[in-house]
Every structure is written in structure tokens, then in C-alpha cells.
């Protein structure tokens, strides 16, 4: 056993794999062939268990519990009830703990929605854009769009004032949108807190990390660039201080040179592991399979699990098998090759182990670039990043400035690449029209 980390990520999946969505591109839900015949419900002597050792083991002041599926809300409210009433039964004084729940929204009433509250659950909501984007692969078993059920969720959410976040997977229907999905989250969704994840969806028969083909339900690694890039030009000119963008944050801890906080983009993983319905712990939620199990919690004490060697190894092969390409690379210091799940490319030089989103990757950190060294300089000084937007506001007057009089046809005066009448002459252009 090494030692084990002062604190760890668990994702809990009470109800297993089971969800009464069916999204086409969701990765958990062939898990279910894992477990035949199971009813998948944690037992309540297990979620005991559970929760008791997950306390003990974090020696942080703070314990988060990580819910998820599948889709949680399947096990019902008494389920959640009865885990609540143990945490207070099990928490060491003066530790504070949290609930998060990540939930498709189609299930949430009052009932649910009140409880949260009551419980200062935050809630992660899963909205993949408006309407037709969200509908593109978010159906139901029987195959028809979620997006007004999920409204429905949302509005209870805001109705009982559940703090809550938005998960927006991104994805062949959707990543070509940019900016109709952040301003559709940030306006009709009325959300402050947004992820984005990228769909790699492996094209094989097994639901593992086998083979090195993707569906074209993925996003490909330029959508997720410009995608990345389009909505922080939108965000760092109006939104800093206001809406807090994950990928955004992770970018600025490093540029801070403080740890990303996110196991994507930290040099090593090993810290965030998953728990299933009748006690089987995995290396990662994204590793639910034999060959990373951990064993079982009824079988072997967590920290054991968490501490194990294998866990470790599982750990460290991320920062070992890194190509040397990513080990030169100008932005490894906040990318650092990203999840091994997706690096099933051969860099130019042939070594094998090259993130799938790597042209995405690099594009996108290159071009926050200079931004991100501008809000990390206010942060050092103890001034507010959000000062971005108004030294944003000056470049971007002065370029139109610069762009007055500018042939209209030549590349713009500020350097963006684009044409003249296409970027700072654009006011120009539709004043003469
Ligand atoms: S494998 Fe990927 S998702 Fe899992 S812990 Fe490592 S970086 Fe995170
Ligand atoms: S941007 Fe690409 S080359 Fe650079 S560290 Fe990330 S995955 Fe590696």
C-alpha cells in the first residue's frame, strides 16, 4: 500500500448504469452488461459503509458526495433521505459536507427540487443547447428529444432556488454553435456556472477504451478549439467575474502556476474513482471496467483501494507514457496531454499517446494566450481579472480606430487574422450600407 492522498474525488453510482434517457453518445450506459441481474440499488447497510469510511478517509474539512448514474433520481427521494441522515450520523465536528448530483433533469417535481434546497445540494443539470442541438442526441428510449422535460426540471430548480450548474456535452450537432449555446445557456438557461465536455466516443462493440476509431457523433479536435475559442472571446469581453466557465478557470490556475484542479489537465490522475451500486471501486468513472477494479468495499476498506499500488500505477501512467512531443509542447504546462482515455493518435515523429483533442488542445491555449497572462498579472497584484474587460474595451476602440479608413478587403488593422470588413471595419461596413 503507498500513501494515500489527504483527499480524494469519489463518484458514486447508487443506481449503477441504469438511466431513463437514452442518449446515443453516453458512455456509461453498456456498463449495465456488467453487472447482469443486478437490481441496481446500493443496499443501505453499503451506503453506511460508504459513507462512513469516505469520511474517515478525507482529511480535508470538507467532504463532497459525488451522485451520479446512470441517472440518480432513479433510486428515488428516499434513497438521497436516508444518505443525508447518515453523513450527520458519521461527520466529524466542524467538517462541512456537500452534496452534488448530476442529474439529467427530466425527473425533477417539487418534491425533489424542495429537498435539494433544503439540503443545499448543487445540482449539475445536463443541457446541451437549445431545442434542436439538445434533442440531437439527448432522446428518450423511445427515441424522441428531452429539452422540455428538462425545462421543466430547470424551471423547479430556479423555483425552489437550487443552486445549480450546466453540463453541456459537446459533440458533432452542437460544437459547430459556439456562440448560440453559451448565449443560450447564459441568457435562457440563466446559467453561471457551464462545463463543456468533448465527446470522444470510441467506435467499438465492447463500451471500453479499446481501439483507436471514434463515431461521428465526436466532436472532431478543431470544433472543440474554435468552439473553446469563439465562446471565451465572448466571455473575457462580457462575462469575466459573472459566469464562471470551467475550462476558463482550470486555464487561469495554470497560468498562475497553481494545479488545474481538474484531473483532465493535472500530470498525473489516480484521484478520482468510482464507486458502483454494490460496492466495486474503479480507478476512474471513465475506467468502469475488470481490468480497473479496485475490488469491492465490502470486501476491502476504501483507503485501501484508494492506496493501493495498482491505484498508483493507474495514476502515474498518465505523466510516464506522455509523448515527448506533449513533454515539448509550448502549453504543456497547462494541458499536460489530457486524458489518457483520448490519446489514441501517434504524434509526427510516430510515438504513440497523442490526445485525439490535441489540435484543439493547443490552438485553444495558444490563442487565450495573452488573456490569460493579463488576469494572472491583476490576480498576482490582487487585482480583480475581471479588469480584462475593460483593457479589452480600450484594444478593441483603438483597432476600430485603426480600421477607419483601412482598405476594406486587407487584413484587419488588429492583427486577428480576418478582413477588414469582416472584424474592426464591421461597424464601417454596415454604417455605409
Ligand atoms: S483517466 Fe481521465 S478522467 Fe480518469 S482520472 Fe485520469 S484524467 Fe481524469
Ligand atoms: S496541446 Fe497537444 S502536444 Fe501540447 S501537451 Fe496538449 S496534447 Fe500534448
Same mark, same amino acid.
Given at each position: ?239 469575466? =467575474? !459573472? #459566469? /464562471?466557465?470551467?475550462?476558463?478557470? *482550470? ?5 498562475? &502556476?497553481?494545479?488545474?484542479? %481538474? ?15 454494490? =460496492? !466495486? #471501486? /474503479?480507478?476512474?468513472?471513465?475506467? *468502469? ?5 479496485? &475490488?469491492?468495499?465490502?470486501? %476491502? ?133
Amino acid at each position: 500500500m503507498t500513501l494515500a492522498p489527504p483527499a480524494f474525488h469519489l463518484m458514486t453510482k447508487p443506481g449503477g448504469a441504469i438511466c431513463n434517457l437514452d442518449c446515443t453518445y453516453c458512455y456509461f450506459l453498456s456498463k449495465e452488461l456488467l453487472y447482469p441481474g443486478s437490481r441496481f440499488e446500493m443496499a443501505y447497510d453499503l451506503l453506511e459503509t460508504y459513507t462512513k469510511e469516505y469520511i474517515a478517509a478525507q482529511r480535508v474539512p470538507e467532504v463532497t458526495f459525488a451522485w451520479q448514474g446512470g441517472e440518480p433520481t432513479l433510486l428515488g427521494l428516499e434513497f438521497y433521505e436516508h444518505a443525508v441522515a447518515l453523513q450527520r450520523k458519521h461527520r466529524r465536528p466542524g467538517m462541512r459536507i456537500q452534496n452534488t448530483l448530476q442529474t439529467n433533469g427530466t425527473l425533477l417535481d417539487d418534491a425533489w427540487c424542495a429537498f435539494f434546497g433544503r439540503h443545499d445540494f448543487l445540482v449539475g443539470l445536463s443541457v446541451d443547447g437549445p431545442e434542436r442541438l439538445h434533442d440531437a442526441y439527448r432522446v428518450n428510449k423511445g427515441g424522441k428529444g428531452s429539452f422540455n422535460q428538462v425545462m421543466r426540471g430547470l424551471a423547479l430548480l430556479k423555483k425552489h432556488r437550487v443552486d445549480f450548474n450546466i453540463l453541456t456535452t459537446l459533440h458533432a450537432a452542437n460544437a459547430p454553435y459556439p456562440l448560440e449555446v453559451y448565449h443560450f445557456l447564459r441568457d435562457e438557461v440563466g446559467a453561471r456556472f457551464m462545463q463543456f465536455i468533448p465527446i470522444v466516443e470510441r467506435a467499438n462493440g465492447t463500451g471500453f477504451q479499446e481501439g483507436t476509431d471514434v463515431t461521428d457523433r465526436s466532436v472532431t479536435a478543431t470544433q472543440y478549439g474554435d468552439f473553446l475559442s469563439q465562446i471565451f472571446d465572448e466571455w473575457v469581453r462580457k462575462d469575466v =467575474g !459573472d #459566469v /464562471y466557465v470551467q475550462m476558463f478557470d *482550470v486555464a487561469l490556475a495554470a497560468w498562475v &502556476g497553481m494545479s488545474p484542479g %481538474l484531473c483532465v489537465f493535472e500530470k498525473t490522475c489516480g484521484t478520482a474513482l468510482a464507486l458502483e451500486h454494490n =460496492g !466495486d #471501486v /474503479y480507478s476512474c468513472d471513465h475506467y *468502469v471496467e475488470p481490468d480497473y477494479l479496485l &475490488g469491492n468495499l465490502q470486501e %476491502l476498506p476504501l483507503l485501501e483501494m484508494v492506496a493501493s499500488e495498482k491505484q498508483r500505477a493507474f495514476g502515474q501512467v498518465k505523466d510516464d507514457t506522455l509523448p515527448q512531443g506533449c513533454r515539448d509542447c509550448e502549453v504543456r504546462f497547462v494541458c499536460n496531454g489530457g486524458c489518457p482515455k483520448d490519446r489514441i493518435l501517434t504524434t509526427p515523429d510516430g510515438e504513440p499517446g497523442l490526445n485525439y483533442l490535441c489540435a484543439g488542445y493547443r490552438s485553444f491555449f495558444n490563442y487565450i494566450g495573452p488573456a490569460m497572462q493579463f488576469m494572472a498579472s491583476e490576480l498576482r497584484q490582487g487585482r480583480p481579472p475581471a479588469n480584462i474587460m475593460r483593457q479589452l474595451a480600450l484594444e478593441d476602440a483603438d483597432a476600430r480606430g485603426a480600421a477607419v479608413g483601412a482598405p476594406r478587403n486587407a487584413p484587419c488593422p488588429c492583427g486577428s487574422g480576418k478582413k477588414t470588413k469582416r472584424c474592426c471595419g464591421r461597424a464601417q461596413a454596415s454604417s455605409r450600407s
